[in-house]
């Protein structure tokens, strides 16, 4: 079982930028960033696959957002810029496993806190 740690998370104002981390314990293969508000079902913000070769991105995050990963430190990071209040939620990393598709995953992490205040 592969273990995921995020962190990153805070208080930011509107228009300021974040970076978050995911470390995995262990190698995973395709990843993805997700988030859910209060009161709200947990979304898709953006993935990446296993080469870097491959991104998605929510509409929400195209343009602000990007998704990048270090194989070498089992490390997947969301760069968050120009941060909106609509974009305050948990941020939780996913990964999958050798034989999971693309987009679907088998670990998740607890998740990291973001608040971007207006």
């Known amino acids: 079982q592969v273990q995921l740690v995020e962190s990153g998370g805070g208080l930011v104002q509107a228009g300021g930028s974040l970076r978050l981390s995911c470390a995995a314990s262990g190698r995973t293969f395709s990843m993805g960033w997700f988030r859910q508000a209060p009161g709200k079902e947990r979304e898709f913000v953006a993935a990446i696959s296993w080469s870097g070769g491959r991104t998605n991105y929510a509409d929400s995050g195209e343009g602000r957002f990007t998704i990048s990963r270090d194989n070498a430190k089992n490390t997947v990071y969301l760069q968050m810029n120009s941060l909106k209040p609509e974009d305050t939620a948990v941020y939780y990393c996913?990964?999958?496993?050798?034989?999971?598709?693309?987009?679907?995953?088998?670990?998740w992490g607890q998740g990291t806190q973001v608040t971007v205040s207006s």
């Open positions: 996913a990964g999958g496993s050798i034989t999971s598709t693309y987009g679907n995953y088998d670990y």
